[in-house]
Nanobody, 122 residues
Framework: QVQLVESGGGLVQAGGSLKLSCAAS????????MAWFRQAPGKEREFVAG????????RYEDSVKGRFTISRDNAKNTASLQMNSLKAEDTAVYYC???????????????WGRGTQVTVSS
């Protein structure tokens, strides 16, 4: 059974940076797309960034383009999200997800982590 564990969340001032990491168990990591979603209080879970199994295709939600960078290391079974120039509106619980294809919709992903809180103070 696949397990995804996020880390790296925390409290940061606006304009600061955080790097989230997602550690995955299992032998199929390198053949699956990975993505980061986030959910703010009272809002739907939304796509933030995603990357195909080889890293050949990457997608970002418009509000994070130029500020966030998704990456993966298939040798270490990890995916990361580098977040720069953070804004108060980036405050949310961030979730790592794994799926058979890269998509922006939640149902493209079949495995989810428990999430890590990111709080940006203004």
């Amino acid at each position: 059974q696949v397990q995804l564990v996020e880390s790296g969340g925390g409290l940061v001032q606006a304009g600061g940076s955080l790097k989230l990491s997602c550690a995955a168990s299992g032998r199929t990591f390198s053949s699956r797309a990975m993505a980061w979603f986030r959910q703010a209080p009272g809002k739907e879970r939304e796509f933030v960034a995603g990357i195909t199994s080889t890293g050949g295709e990457i997608r970002y939600e418009d509000s994070v383009k130029g500020r966030f960078t998704i990456s993966r290391d298939n040798a270490k079974n990890t995916a990361s999200l580098q977040m720069n120039s953070l804004k108060a509106e980036d405050t949310a619980v961030y979730y790592c997800a794994r799926g058979s294809r890269l998509g922006v919709e939640k149902n493209a992903y079949t495995a989810w982590g428990r999430g890590t809180q990111v709080t940006v103070s203004s």
